[in-house]
C-alpha cells in the first residue's frame, strides 16, 4: 500500500513513520483505491427487493438488498437513490444515507453516508469510513476516491491497522 503524507523534512519524518507501532495516526493521507482501470462510461445496473421511480424528479429510490455495478465498481446498501439525467436518461449520481459498502477490485470501504458521482467518476464516503484492503484496514471520518486512478485521499482521523 502506499501512504503519502505531507511531510516535508525527508529522513527524519520517514524514520518517525516506520517507527511507529502497527498503527498509523495522521490528519490527511492518501491510499490507493482498486486497481485504477475503472471506466465511468461502463453502463450502470441496479437491483433491489423495491423500487420507487420519481419521473418528474429523475430519481429512483432501490430499498432491500441494493447492489449497483458499474464494470469493477459494486455499491451495495439497504437503501440507495439514484439520479438521472433528464436528457440522457443516465444515471448520473448514486446516494446512500444509510450504511452502504463499495467494493473495488479486493478492496472495500464501508461508511454512513456514501456519493458516488458517476460523470465526474469521484465516491465520497462519510462517517466511520471503514477500508479493507488485502494487508490493511483503515479508519477515517472522510474518504474521496478517483476509481479511474487508484487513488483515494483520507481526512479526519486516520488510522491504519495491519492484517
Do not use: C
Not at 54 to 72: C, D, K, S, W
Not at 151 to 163: C, F, H, N
Request: glycine fraction near 8%; charged fraction near 20%; avoid cysteine.
Amino acid at each position: 500500500m502506499q501512504i503519502n503524507t505531507n511531510f516535508e523534512t525527508g529522513g527524519l519524518a520517514l524514520v518517525a513513520l516506520f517507527s511507529l507501532s502497527n498503527a498509523l495516526f495522521a490528519q490527511a493521507s492518501q491510499v490507493t483505491f482498486g486497481s485504477g482501470n475503472h471506466d465511468t462510461s461502463l453502463p450502470i445496473e441496479a437491483t433491489s427487493d423495491n423500487l420507487v421511480l420519481n419521473q418528474e424528479l429523475g430519481t429512483a429510490v432501490f430499498q432491500g438488498n441494493v447492489v449497483i455495478v458499474q464494470g469493477g465498481l459494486k455499491i451495495s446498501g439497504p437503501s440507495i437513490e439514484v439520479f438521472y439525467d433528464e436528457e440522457t436518461k443516465l444515471i448520473v449520481r448514486v446516494i446512500a444515507n444509510e450504511r452502504a459498502k463499495i467494493t473495488m477490485d479486493q478492496d472495500t470501504a464501508e461508511a454512513n453516508t456514501t456519493n458516488y458521482d458517476a460523470l465526474k467518476g469521484v465516491i465520497i464516503m462519510e462517517g466511520d469510513v471503514v477500508i479493507s484492503q488485502e494487508t490493511n484496514h483503515i479508519f477515517t471520518d472522510y474518504l474521496k476516491a478517483f476509481p479511474h486512478s487508484s487513488v483515494a485521499q483520507l481526512e479526519g482521523r486516520v488510522r491504519i491497522e495491519q492484517k
